[in-house]
């Protein structure tokens, strides 16, 4: 897995955050070859300041509860400041009550409006299978690059298990809650394309320090 790096994508969402903290994330990314997810008021700082970063910003977040046309217009102001990718919030509410037309109609729409990859974050932790592989299928259906775990704001994060179903249905980012190169790796092994963590730094010195010793 000689691509882990840039499968770790170094990550600062906290309701907290502060421009000092998504510096030391872009610095670490840039350190360890990492792609960097942040907050979209600090989008346009952060992609001047690391243009060597493939950096993520969220639409939709943490909720999932804008309409529509809101996250039509998160998606492509982030993409006018150049966000390499889109990670979307589903409507989990609109998953559980079986309206799953609506869901699919609505990444649809974000996907179709910008021409960077679009990553559909459908919270596995508050879904039944079912609720799960028919998130899966509509955000496949939609044009979605990828589906995420969880945003991790909701209680749960990434599990192999749902890991293993959703790769069944689109690339997977796994997300919340991984903070060891150990757990990433058994994502990996589950289907996980991606690997989302604020300890993404961790994650790759770990690696590192096992392939390292493979070797030894």
């Known amino acids: 897995m000689e691509d882990v790096p840039d499968r770790i994508e170094h990550t600062v969402l906290g309701p907290t955050t502060t421009w000092e903290e998504v510096l030391e994330v872009l610095d670490e990314a840039i350190q360890y070859g ?9 989008l346009e700082q952060s992609t001047s300041y690391a243009p060597g970063v493939d950096i993520a910003t969220v639409v939709g977040f943490p909720h999932g509860q804008s309409t529509t046309r809101m996250k039509v217009e998160e998606a492509t102001g982030a993409w006018e400041v150049d966000a390499a990718e889109i990670d979307m919030v589903a409507n989990v509410g609109k998953i559980k009550a079986g309206e799953l037309d609506a869901v699919q109609a609505e990444i649809t729409e974000v996907v179709a409006a910008v021409p960077i990859p ?10 039944s299978e079912a609720e799960l592989r028919q998130s899966c299928q509509a955000a496949a259906d939609a044009g979605a690059a990828y589906v995420k775990t969880a945003t991790g704001f909701a209680d749960g ?23 060891s190169w150990a757990f990433a790796e058994e994502l990996i092994e589950a289907g996980a394309d991606r690997i989302s963590a604020s300890s993404g730094d961790v994650i790759v ?10 070797g030894g």
């Open 157 to 179: 994060g990434a599990t192999v298990e749902d890991v293993a179903i959703m790769s069944e249905y689109c690339r997977v980012k796994a997300s919340g809650g991984i903070g």
């Open 118 to 127: 679009v990553k559909v974050i459908v919270e596995a932790p508050l879904l």
């Open 205 to 214: 010195r770990e690696f590192h320090e096992s392939t390292s010793g493979a």
């Open 34 to 42: 990492m792609r960097a997810c942040v907050p979209p008021c600090y």
